[in-house]
């Protein structure tokens, strides 16, 4: 079964599109077309968009699935008009929540994705400057800022980890990969000295072999660096060094950024500067 999914809002669309995916993730035997439509503020744009909608609904021979944020009433109704299974997100939990904070909503667009605070947005740039400066072990020197070490194989995810914790966190997060250069001369894999003084900031990334190659095959080809053998050899060196260390560490195969990084918080007890927008 297929069917459309639009997340209409008169801002950025995020909230709509955070809430409906999450909702909708939850049918895994109906296959959803998303559709995003951001800035729908101004009852033109609606009209324009209940077309869409309509033309959505004959062309599919089933009604679309219509979540919205839009805080303009009169923006609201004609989308109201849309044929379509209609979630109004705004409407369904604002007005409960002035009933019980006996206050009314102010009932802004953008808010939730404004930037607010100078300070936690200054801080914000700051950890995501961070990331960028102590990718892929580029400045050693500067791990005692750090909140968090990222450690890995090269390609298991570390990168786009360090930049989720910065961007929704503001978590300073460094990370480092552990390669050739990290073996002993019997060839077994070791802390380097960088690392081994911050050990109890370091938190393992892992990942299937195969997912691995798969990977590094996009990035160089029928190269010794993707071959299944030395990711194989590489994968079951670093989860050897992280349990000889006891440093925790989280398989990736299977997670999105966004279930690394929360689960990864959880486990360390790791302080967020601030909550995710």
Request: aromatic share 8%; with cysteine.
């Amino acid at each position: 079964m297929t069917r459309t999914a639009f997340f209409i809002s008169d801002g950025t669309g995020i909230t709509a599109e955070s809430l409906g995916r999450s909702l909708l993730a939850q049918f895994e035997n109906v296959e959803i077309r998303k559709v995003t439509k951001p800035y729908i503020d101004s009852v033109e744009k609606a009209r324009d968009l209940v077309k869409v909608i309509d033309a959505t609904a004959i062309k599919d021979a089933k009604q679309p699935i219509i979540i919205d944020t839009i805080v303009d009433e009169a923006v609201r109704d004609v989308v109201r008009e849309a044929i379509g299974f209609k979630v109004d997100i705004f409407s369904t939990f604002l007005k409960p929540l002035e009933e019980e904070l006996n206050t009314r909503s102010s009932y802004s667009v953008g808010r939730t994705h404004a930037i607010g605070s100078d300070a936690i947005y200054m801080d914000r740039i700051q950890s995501v400057h961070f990331a960028l400066d102590n990718d892929d072990g580029a400045r050693t020197h500067q791990y005692d800022q750090a909140d968090i070490i990222l450690v890995g194989v090269s390609r298991c995810g570390k990168t786009p980890t360090s930049l989720y914790l910065a961007l929704q966190f503001g978590i300073r997060a460094a990370n480092y990969p552990l390669t050739e250069d990290d073996y002993d001369e019997d060839g077994t894999l070791k802390l380097p000295d960088e690392l081994a003084r911050q050990r109890h900031k370091l938190f393992g990334l892992t990942i299937d072999p195969r997912r691995l190659a798969a990977i590094r095959h996009e990035r160089r080809a029928n190269s010794r660096y993707s071959s299944m053998d030395q990711c194989m050899q590489e994968v079951q060196q670093a989860e050897g060094l992280f349990r000889q260390l006891g440093i925790p560490y989280i398989d990736t195969t299977r997670f999105s950024v966004e279930e690394i990084s929360t689960r990864m918080i959880a486990e360390t007890g790791i302080n967020r500067r601030f909550s995710p927008r």
